[in-house]
């Protein structure tokens, strides 16, 4: 007996690709089932969050629908990813967030936006907020440094504590000791793996998305999102030690590391989520689960209103839009914070832990990862 019917049926499918192993060359999942005779809950929530929904076990599988076994990987394996986001939300008060996500991620990402114009307008005369402020502390004009150092900073704090407890819970599901997750050797294999999306290729030949063709383009719009993600963040980053350790206040000339890597990022977090929107909206629906289609929306979404904004504001920040602007993207950014615990941002943490694992289980069975 399983905790949902998901994982009752995940349980059936893992039976039936145990006794065939045709799809053993394609990705992680597969040789991680080899490795065991019976399936706990915790692992098949492994496999789930293992599984890359490349598609490619589904066209490959000759037990696919219409045959009676009804093998379908991806959409099984997707559901029960869903269903594990939801189980290792901390607090657990917030599980909800994830039953209906596209709709909660747009009301606190409204309401935040909200909060920040009207709290502009209401700190601020008019001519504070639409006159133009130019030079080094233009932005600390509308809010000061150390309001908007402590606002992010705990919504920050936040995310990385409620992402962290969540960690805790998947890798206590998947019955490991905490310890395990400190292995230099597993963590190393693990990056490496998901630095490349090296499961996110069919086996080589690349994704399956509205037929049977395989194609790179998910996986090179995904790098582009992940990437621009993680350059934005570099950007916040070395904008922070210049202002505590140089003294150096923000807005920076174009030509500045901080402005340089958040445009890098951020043309990544135009094209990345649009292009993955595109791909989303061609895929063939037996590979995907139709009910989380809000949650990977709102953030593709969240990603990509984070960059533009962001743009905006970098383009227009010598003008009397700079104000209006610096609100907008102050509100995005703050509900992608907040709302980081409580959607698809949380797929790349449980994947990557889900690598480790396989990275050491691997190697602790004397095989090459
Ligand atoms: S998905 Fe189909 S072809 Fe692949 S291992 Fe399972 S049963 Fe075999
Ligand atoms: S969809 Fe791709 S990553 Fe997922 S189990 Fe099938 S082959 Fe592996």
Same mark, same amino acid.
């Given at each position: 007996m399983h905790g949902s019917k998901i994982l009752e049926e995940a349980d059936r499918l893992m039976t039936v690709c145990n006794s065939c192993r045709y799809c053993e060359g394609l990705c992680a999942v597969f040789p991680a089932m080899e490795m065991r005779r019976s399936f706990s809950d915790g692992d098949l929530n492994y496999f789930a969050n293992l599984c890359h929904s490349c598609g490619a076990c589904y066209t490959d599988c000759q037990f696919s629908p219409p045959h009676e076994f009804n093998v379908n990987v991806p959409k099984t394996l997707a559901i029960a990813r869903a269903e594990s986001y939801a189980a290792y939300a901390w607090p657990r008060a917030f599980s909800g967030a994830f039953a209906r996500n596209g709709l909660a991620i747009s009301i606190i990402a409204a309401l935040s936006v909200a909060a920040f114009i009207f709290g502009f307008a209401a700190f601020n005369d008019r001519q504070v907020l639409f006159g133009i402020h130019t030079g080094p502390g233009a932005f600390y004009a509308l809010m000061p440094h150390n309001a908007m150092a402590a606002l992010f900073g705990a919504a920050f704090l936040y995310a990385i504590v409620a992402l962290v407890m969540g960690v805790r819970a998947f890798w206590r599901d998947i019955g490991e000791p905490i310890g395990m997750l400190a292995d230099p050797p597993s963590l190393w294999q693990a990056m490496k793996d998901a630095g490349e999306l090296r499961y996110l290729d069919g086996g080589g030949v690349g994704c399956v998305n509205e037929d049977e063709r395989p194609t790179d383009r998910r996986k090179i719009f995904h790098h582009l999102t992940f990437y621009g993600f993680a350059l934005c963040f570099a950007a916040t980053c070395v904008a922070t030690l210049y202002h505590f350790l140089l003294a150096r206040e923000a807005p920076y000339a174009w030509w500045d590391l901080p402005v340089v890597l958040g445009t890098l990022g951020g043309i990544g977090l135009l094209i990345g989520p649009a292009g993955l929107f595109a791909e989303k909206s061609k895929r063939?629906? @037996?590979?995907?689960?139709?009910?989380?289609a809000g949650m990977d929306t709102a953030f593709i979404a969240m990603l990509f209103l984070t960059s533009l904004t962001g743009i905006a504001l970098l383009l227009l920040?010598?003008? @009397?839009a700079m104000g209006p602007l610096l609100a907008l993207h102050l509100g995005v950014v703050f509900s992608l914070f907040v709302t980081m615990p409580y959607g698809k941002f949380v797929h790349g943490i449980y994947r990557y832990v889900a690598l480790v694992r396989y990275a050491k289980e691997r190697r602790q069975a004397g095989h090459t990862v």
């Open positions: 063939d629906p @037996a590979l995907v689960d139709e009910k989380g920040r010598d003008t @009397a």
